[in-house]
């Protein structure tokens, strides 16, 4: 390991044998993905030709995903809630406010 990447790792107090400057553009892209960056976007910004090369950098959890599940949920239940109030609004002698 080069000093530059003994000190970066000092420096984040990591206690990692493999650490390297390679390691930071797996934590990079990783944190692109969980920032909500299309898998195409990140490719491009990674300078990778594929999709396939880009999914092998990034590292999600399941903790992520589930995060990730959930926000998409609770937005389909606003969606939901709307078009069913909107509904409501449009009923044969439904009172309008």
């Given amino acids: 390991m080069d000093l530059v990447e003994s000190g970066a790792k000092d420096r984040a107090g990591l206690r990692v044998e493999r650490f390297s400057t390679h390691t930071t553009r797996h ?8 920032m909500g960056w299309e898998l195409h976007a990140i490719a491009t910004f990674a300078g990778h030709r594929s999709t396939e090369s880009t999914l092998q950098y990034i590292h999600l959890s399941g903790r992520d995903l589930a995060e990730k599940l ?3 949920m609770d937005q389909i239940h606003a969606w939901r809630m709307e078009m069913l109030a909107s509904l409501g609004e449009h009923k044969p ?3 309008k406010s």
């Fill in 27 to 34: 934590l990079c892209l990783t944190d692109l993905a969980r």
């Fill in 93 to 95: 002698g439904a009172i």
């Fill in 70 to 72: 959930q926000r998409g």
